[in-house]
């Protein structure tokens, strides 16, 4: 039966992204004077040459990242949001390092990425805490830790390291050797690639093969079970936290060492909020994470380049993941389909225990 409700959730996964861009294609035909060209240039166009493809394996890489600190976070049933917070912290804490920190080749990303770990683990570790000590709403608490993650960090940056000659606002730059080197000519694409391919690794390692891993799973589906079970539930919950903060904060790191030669930002970039798209489009199944940040991405860069190409602006694509949002999060969306997959087992089930 679980082979059978897992593939039930990738056909609804695949019939809610179908449905959402028939729902696009009737709004062109409205809407634009070339709706067929429109709609190409919006699902052909991130693959129509090697650079716009390139730009859609760059935003996957930290949409990879918060989505699989989104997915950690929520397997505990924690809806911890600092994800936004962990990756902005975690740059600006990442550019510091880039500019003053004096270490040899290798040594300074390996540190600056150490530092955005402990950046991203620690601040998403302060709602889970206080959660935990008081029983405030983690809900609440990770929202308004954002905007003070948010405004620290832009004091840091304008008052710090800033630098007086940019004449934009922008930091100092980044020490060579602090970059992450390409490592696909003629794009942007970066060694982070290969850091976020590790990373989809150890987070499947950690949630399906590991101790901790199983006491996430079980908190998330019932503390007052998991207690029972002799789970420290209070423990695994600051901890899945943490983890999820840490793989936040590589992202940040990532994304700031790879993407730039300075900071530069005037505000969060909303990749924490993105994750909890892909987490849904994923189901929570950190194998998967890749390959829905992979295709939020393809949609983001389609929207750009219908925008530049048709008469669509590039908002349309807040259309395409509204309805697939609201169709993968309804219960009801395909539920009889899936009723019938769970009878049916059952019966066979009971059919051969009898037979037994």
């Known amino acids: 039966m679980n082979i059978q409700l897992k593939l039930f959730e990738v056909l609804r996964t695949l019939a809610s992204i179908i449905i959402s861009i028939a729902v696009v294609a009737v709004i062109l035909a409205a809407v634009s004077a070339q709706p067929g060209a429109a709609l190409s240039s919006f699902l052909i166009g991130p693959f129509s040459n090697f650079s716009r493809f390139g730009n859609v394996v760059e935003m996957m890489i930290p949409l990879t ?5 989104v997915c950690v976070i929520f397997k505990a049933n924690q809806f911890n949001l600092i994800t936004e917070g962990s990756f902005y912290s975690a740059a600006v804490t990442a550019a510091a390092v880039a500019i003053y920190v004096p270490l040899p080749p290798v040594l300074l990303p390996i540190f600056a990425i150490l530092a955005g770990m402990l950046t991203g683990g620690a601040l998403a570790a302060v709602p889970a805490f206080i959660k935990v000590k008081t029983g405030s709403n983690i809900l609440v608490v990770s929202l308004m830790l954002n905007y003070i993650a948010a405004l620290l960090g832009r004091y840091v940056s304008t008052n710090v390291f800033r630098d007086p ?10 020490q060579i050797i602090a970059r992450m080197p390409n490592i696909v000519p003629g794009t942007r694409i970066h060694f982070g690639f290969i850091i976020m391919i590790v990373s989809v690794a150890l987070v499947a390692l950690l949630v399906y ?4 891993g199983y006491s996430i799973r079980m908190v998330g589906l019932n503390e007052r079970f998991a207690a029972y079970s002799g789970i420290h539930v209070n423990r695994t919950i600051i ?9 936040a904060g590589i992202g940040g790191t990532v994304e700031m060492l790879g993407m730039y030669n300075r900071f530069s930002w005037v505000g969060t970039p909303g990749f924490g909020w993105d994750a909890i798209i892909i987490s849904i489009l994923a189901n929570g199944n950190p194998l998967l994470i890749p390959v829905a940040a992979f295709f939020l991405s393809s949609i983001r860069i389609g929207a750009d380049t219908m925008n530049m190409t048709s008469d669509v602006p590039a908002e349309m694509v807040a259309i395409v993941q509204a309805v697939m949002i609201l169709l993968l999060v309804s219960k009801k969306f395909l539920s009889t389909i899936r009723s019938r997959i769970v009878h049916k087992a059952a019966i066979k ?8």
């Open 165 to 174: 000659a940019s004449g934009s606002g922008s930091s100092y730059r980044f």
């Open 239 to 247: 901890l899945s936290q943490i983890i999820g903060g840490v793989f």
């Open 65 to 69: 990242f918060t989505g699989l600190a």
């Open 349 to 356: 089930s009971s059919t051969q225990e009898v037979a037994e």
């Open 209 to 212: 093969r590991t101790k901790l």
